[in-house]
Structure formats: structure tokens, C-alpha cells
């Protein structure tokens, strides 16, 4: 965050709701916005987001064009009140977000800090899923994927989502097989295959809507019966089901895949008019896009010759650009370089579930610990481990003294301790070419597990559950030959001599 000039902050949780009625929120968000009022009857809301408040918090404290761009973030919880949380960490009432946010006097930088939070946050992600350091794993896709998004009850011009594969995920992605290209299947684009293409009267389906700006006018969509209609796309051009009798006008809204004649077209949506005991009315010349829902097997709108394929996923992270949404609502403005007017600041809001990612990347810990260790995790005494990232790892060491706790064996973990916290080159008893030649563990990411009570066998169950990357063993082996086992994940138990750890 620092490389993109971000600046940490801290937003409260509890809110007032004014400004979120203010931007129409406390509307769109509805239900799934935690409000109730305090001993003064004023309305309080819990955070599920904060564009509002950073809105006003930078907004009023921006006089001149000079002060700009600014860019903050902060690490903290959000609220939404979710009609089904499911899947552990995947959806819950309450979640650790870091949510980021860009202000910039006009579009072009603006886009500019878009494009700079993706470049970060793709860096972020690489870090997040990297299971590399086991080339023994076999190889599996990519681990993390961008797709465009729409931008929901969040508004503004153009959205990504971030995503990992996982079969408990919510979201459909659809991917071309040839090129890059992904995006969420609401929104994505492909061409027809031949099979959807229409073009006579009884491969066109119609569905008639009202129009949401004009009481007296219908919307027909027309698209390829062997399509479905896409919701976002329904809601971009019309309201709710036509239920009144003859509309005065109709809008034709027609699917870039149905390729009838005009005639035919008109025929069609006479038909639907008819069926819905309307008298025949005049239509609209059509107006072409994509109105349809892609489909696996399409060919991919952007390189036209690959097919799209659909996977599982869910969702890490999403990236907004705003525009002016919220500055206009909330009135901040400054007068750019060189002109008289006021204009709205530029904005873009920038968010990464950690929460969720805790959850996502537990998923591939465990899964990564069956196809590491795939004898101990089948069978009747299978057994469960995690295998984390190195970046994720609660610690990186684990310093294990087997019971009994001798006051020499104490001291020489203490000591193997301070040795691995300055770097250490162990002395190994076979120097192979996957042997570590020096180490070095800072001491707040080194465990050391002296509970008295507890076997070797239990201390190693656990261990494997926590997910420890390297484990020191000072046990029967080391009491005999001042040996320290070292368990490496993904590699053949070692043995090494560190100086000063031996029994005397
Ligand atoms: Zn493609």
C-alpha cells in the first residue's frame, strides 16, 4: 500500500445513517444494513462499507486541487446483516475487510490509481496463494483469477472481482481457454455458438416488461429462444413484468445473437402483445446489444476464436471505479488547474475480504496437506494438517522439546530459539541439494510447544493442524546424539547439529 502512496486510517464502526440517506443506500441496501436508533431516537447504522464516511472524512478536508490524489485504506470490521451466511468464513455477519479508497481531480488519473490497486492487490494475491515452494504439487490453474464484475448497489462506471477456484464458492466465472479473458457469467460477453444463433419466429422468445422511466411505454426483449434473458441486462433496460393492457408505446431491446429480419422481429413481438391481450401498437426501431446470458461453449467477445468454460469460485476481492458517485451526492468539490468551476472528485473504492481469504485459503491448506502427506490423510486413522503459504503461516517455526522437560533439553530449545532468531547454518547429516544451507526465523514467528502434559505423538497431531511450515524435534534422537530432527513441509525428515544445542 505504501508503493501506491496509500495511507493507513481508521474509520469508526457505528455510523450515523445521515449521509446514507443522503446517497440513497439506506434504500439499496435495504434489509441487509444494520440500523436501530439510540436514546435519542437518532438513527445509528453499523458499517457494512464505508464510501460515505471516507467521502466526507477526505471531502471536507480537500480545499484545492493541489491536495490531490489522495489514497487511504484501513484493516477493520464491517457488518451486513446476510440472509444466509454459510460456509464458515465464507459469508458471515460480520467480516475483517480492507477496504481502500482513491480521490483524484479527473477521470484519467483516477483510472490511473484503478489501475495502480489492481497492479497492488495482484502482487497482494500472488503473495496470499503461493504454494510454490512445493514443485511436487501438481500443477492446478492459476491460483487466483481476475474477472470483470457488475457494480452493483455499489454504482459507478467499471468493476472487478478477484476470485479462487473452490467448489463451495457462490460465483459462476466464465474464462476463455484461449486467451485472458474472464468475467462473473452476470455480466460476461460472448458470441453466440451457431446453435443459439435466431433467426426465424419460432427461435425468438420475447418477454415484455414496463419501462422504468415511461408508465405508458413497454420494453419487449427479444432473444434466441435457446438463450435465457440476463437478469443485469433486464434491469438495465426495463422494470417489472407488463401487466397493463395496451401500452402506448414499445422499445425493442433485441440480442446481438438474434439475426431474424426486421419483419420477423416485428412479428414476434405483435405475438407477445397479443398473448398479453394487448391491440397491436407501433414498435421502436431495435436496439442491439447483448442481452442474453452467456454460456460455456460460447466463443470468447474478446479474441473470438477461444470458447468460454465455467468455473466455481469466490469471491477475495473487488475493485470499483467510482466516478463521481458519492463527491456529487455529498457535495465535495474543487475547482481544478486553470478553471473556475467546482467539479466532484473522482473516486474509487478498493476492497479485499480477509475474512473470506482466511476461509479460502484454509480450504487449500487442507486440501494441499492431503496431496502432500496423501498416506496420513486417507485410511482409518486419517489424519487432518494444514499446509499454508509461507506470507499466512501463524508461524513459521516450531520449536518442540519432547516431554519429559529436562532443564538441559529446556535450554538448548532456548538456545536453538536465539540461534534460528539471529541465522543459523545448521551442520546437517546428509548435505542433499533440498537441505537448507542457512536459516533465519525472527523469534515472534518461532513457537515453542512445552505444554508438560501432552505426548510427543499429541504435540505432532498438533502441529500438523496448526500448519507449521519447519518443526525442530529435540526428542529421543537428539537425548542420544544431540541431533535435532527437522520436519520440512514437502520434504524428507532431516537431521542437523546446531552448535550449542547438544545435551552435555
Ligand atoms: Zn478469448
Avoid at 469508526?12 to 445521515?18: I, R, V
Avoid at 439506506?26 to 441487509?32: P, Y
Avoid at 446470458?293 to 476464436?305: I, K, S
Wanted: aromatic fraction near 8%; hydrophobic fraction near 40%.
Amino acid at each position: 500500500m505504501a508503493d501506491i502512496g496509500a495511507s493507513r486510517v481508521e474509520m469508526p464502526q457505528l455510523l450515523s445513517s445521515a449521509l446514507w440517506h443522503k446517497t440513497g443506500r439506506v434504500q439499496t441496501m435495504g434489509s441487509e444494513l444494520y440500523r436501530f436508533k439510540d436514546r435519542r431516537d437518532a438513527e445509528l447504522i453499523l458499517a457494512p462499507t464505508h464510501e460515505e464516511e471516507v467521502t466526507k472524512l477526505i471531502g471536507s478536508d480537500i480545499e484545492s486541487h493541489k491536495a490531490l490524489p489522495v489514497r487511504v485504506y484501513q484493516v477493520g470490521r464491517k457488518f451486513r446483516d446476510e440472509p444466509r451466511p454459510r460456509a464458515g468464513l465464507l459469508r458471515t455477519k460480520e467480516f475483517l475487510m480492507k477496504d481502500m479508497y482513491s480521490f483524484d481531480m479527473d477521470v484519467t488519473s483516477a483510472k490511473e490509481a484503478y489501475q495502480a490497486v489492481r497492479g497492488a492487490y495482484a502482487n497482494i494475491f500472488n503473495r496470499l496463494f503461493d504454494w510454490s515452494f512445493l514443485p511436487q504439487l501438481p500443477h492446478s490453474g492459476p491460483a487466483w483469477r481476475e474477472a470483470e464484475a457488475d457494480t452493483g448497489s455499489m454504482g459507478g462506471s467499471f468493476s472487478h472481482e478477484f476470485h479462487v477456484e473452490d467448489p463451495i464458492g457462490e460465483d459462476t466465472l466464465l474464462s476463455c481457454d484461449s486467451c485472458s479473458y474472464a468475467a462473473n457469467v452476470e455480466c460476461a460477453a460472448s458470441l453466440a455458438s451457431p446453435e443459439q444463433r435466431a433467426t426465424s419466429l419460432d427461435q425468438v422468445a420475447v418477454g415484455l416488461y414496463a419501462a422504468a422511466d415511461d408508465p405508458a411505454c413497454a420494453v419487449a426483449m427479444v432473444y434466441p429462444a435457446r438463450a435465457t434473458l440476463n437478469p443485469l441486462a433486464l434491469a438495465r433496460y426495463a422494470g417489472p413484468v407488463w401487466s397493463a393492457s395496451t401500452p402506448e408505446r414499445v422499445r425493442v431491446v433485441c440480442d446481438s445473437a438474434v439475426e431474424a429480419h426486421d419483419d420477423v422481429l416485428e412479428h414476434a413481438v405483435q405475438r407477445a402483445l397479443a398473448e398479453h391481450g394487448a391491440a397491436p401498437v407501433r414498435t421502436t426501431e431495435p436496439s442491439r446489444t447483448m442481452i442474453r446470458t452467456a454460456q460455456v461453449g460460447d466463443h470468447c467477445a474478446e479474441c473470438r476464436t477461444g470458447r468460454l468454460e465455467e468455473h466455481r469460485a469466490m469471491e477475495i476481492g473487488h475493485t470499483f471505479l467510482l466516478g463521481a458517485r458519492y463527491s456529487e451526492a455529498l457535495g465535495y468539490a474543487v475547482v481544478p488547474a486553470g478553471r473556475n468551476q467546482r467539479e466532484p472528485l473522482q473516486m474509487g473504492c478498493y476492497g479485499i475480504g480477509v475474512t473470506r481469504i482466511l476461509g479460502a485459503l484454509a480450504q487449500r491448506a487442507m486440501q494441499t496437506y492431503a496431496q502432500v502427506n496423501p498416506a496420513a490423510a486417507q485410511g482409518k486413522r486419517a489424519r487432518a494438517g494444514l499446509v499454508w503459504p509461507t506470507a499466512v503461516a501463524p508461524y513459521v517455526a516450531l520449536v518442540l522439546p519432547a516431554i519429559p522437560h529436562t532443564p538441559q533439553k529446556m535450554q538448548a530449545a532456548e538456545r536453538l530459539c536465539a540461534l534460528l532468531d539471529r541465522g543459523v547454518e545448521p551442520a546437517w547429516r546428509d548435505a542433499r541439494a533440498d537441505c537448507l544451507t542457512s536459516i533465519r526465523v525472527p523469534a515472534a514467528e518461532i513457537a515453542v510447544d512445552d505444554r508438560p502434559d501432552r505426548s510427543l505423538g499429541s504435540c505432532l497431531f498438533d502441529a500438523e493442524l496448526v500448519g507449521y511450515p519447519l518443526v525442530f524435534l529435540l526428542g529421543k534422537h537428539w537425548e542420544k546424539t544431540g541431533e535435532v530432527e527437522v520436519r520440512r513441509i514437502g520434504h524428507a525428515t532431516q537431521y542437523a547439529t546446531f552448535e550449542g544445542v547438544c545435551p552435555t
